[in-house]
């Protein structure tokens, strides 16, 4: 397997601390836009909003955390199958990112269009998704620092 050198491998890491760092700031911006929305604010500011943050910034930068994860962890010693911490990482991301493609951003773009005739229910969707995706995205974070667990199987090299 390729390994990169060091000063790739830095670089690889910054670009995915960037990525997850913007995929949290994006949630926590869709939990203030539907804390706004449950509290009263205008809901045809509100969720056109929400759908646009979703749509550009959300989804796409899900798929780049997987994307440069995925790179990450098969570029460097650290391995996609050969920790612990990095295969429960990636099902977190795999799964959270599913999400947000298939159900949370048509949603968000179903209630930008609806706006102002969105359901209570529909409005606290709006606050449980980010809320759960920002504690999963905390314990990803939790889990690289960290590094627990071991190995899944020995295995040459690191």
């Known amino acids: 397997m390729t390994r990169l050198p060091p000063r790739a491998r830095k670089a690889l890491l910054t670009l995915h601390l960037v990525t997850a760092l913007g995929w949290l700031g994006a949630d926590l911006v869709l939990l203030t836009l539907g804390v706004a929305g449950l509290r009263g604010a205008d809901p045809a500011a509100v969720y056109p909003a929400a759908a646009l943050v979703g749509t550009w910034l959300f989804a796409p930068l899900s798929v780049a955390v997987w994307l440069v994860g995925v790179a990450s962890s ?3 010693p650290w391995g996609l199958l050969r920790y612990r911490w990095v295969l429960v990482k990636l099902l977190l991301t795999t799964v959270m990112t599913g999400l947000v493609l298939f159900l949370l951003t048509p949603k968000l773009r179903l209630l930008g269009e609806l706006a102002g ?6 409005m606290v969707d709006l606050v449980v998704a980010p809320s759960v995706s920002s504690a999963l995205l905390v314990v990803a974070t939790v889990l690289s620092t960290y590094k627990p667990w071991g190995r899944l199987r020995r295995s040459g090299g690191r």
Request: aromatic residues 0%.
């Open 117 to 122: 005739a969105a359901s209570a229910h529909d």
């Open 74 to 76: 098969l570029l460097t």
